[in-house]
């Protein structure tokens, strides 16, 4: 039985939006939807965030048969997650909604919270050997991951990536079809 896992962004919640609906329409599908509210949302730290994920999931659990969907900066933490599994722990895949590699727009604070998520190299080439099918959605008026974002995503984990119109941070967004399509 196919099980998602969701990851919220920075500031976000396991509710509300496109993650509402996309929670009711892999239900309705028979797939098992676990959803999380991250640690500190305000100020995200990568070793709380991972280490959350790392306390929260059975790793023993985790199969083709498993899926990862996350927004912003719970991209990153999945990557990051994804990247200390134990050798040959497979996962079906991972799809992102604004996720990022490089940020703009960033308010006064802002940037010191992200720095470390920017600066920390994620090992790609271990994060593809527990997942090989990536989908990355981005918007052409996102205002704060640039779309060139979207040639990382392709570049470093071979994604499939999709660029919609006046979607901005998928903050207001009430589904993406394109995620469900991908799981199901």
């Not at 098992?32 to 100020?43: A, I, K, Q, R």
């Amino acid at each position: 039985m196919k099980k998602v896992y969701l990851v919220h962004g920075w500031g976000g919640s396991s509710s509300g939006g496109w993650f509402d609906w996309l929670k009711q329409q892999l239900s309705e599908k028979g797939i098992e939807v676990l959803s999380f509210d991250m640690p500190d949302t305000d100020n995200p730290k990568i070793d709380s965030w991972v280490g959350f994920l790392e306390k929260n999931i059975n790793i023993n659990e985790l199969d083709k048969e498993t899926y990862f969907v996350g927004h912003s900066i719970g991209c990153q933490a999945i990557l990051r997650f994804l990247e200390k599994l134990p050798e040959n722990t497979q996962v079906g895949g991972c799809a992102f909604a604004a996720g990022w590699f490089s940020l703009k727009g960033l308010e006064k604070g802002e940037d010191e919270i992200a720095k470390p998520w920017l600066e920390k190299k994620i090992d790609f080439d271990k994060v593809k050997t527990h997942c090989s099918r990536f989908l990355a959605v981005f918007s052409d008026n996102d205002p704060y991951v640039p779309v060139s974002d979207s040639e990382l995503f392709e570049k470093n984990l071979g994604a499939k990536t999709i660029i919609k119109k006046n979607h901005e941070h998928f903050n207001e967004v009430l589904e993406i079809p394109e995620i469900l399509e991908f799981i199901s």
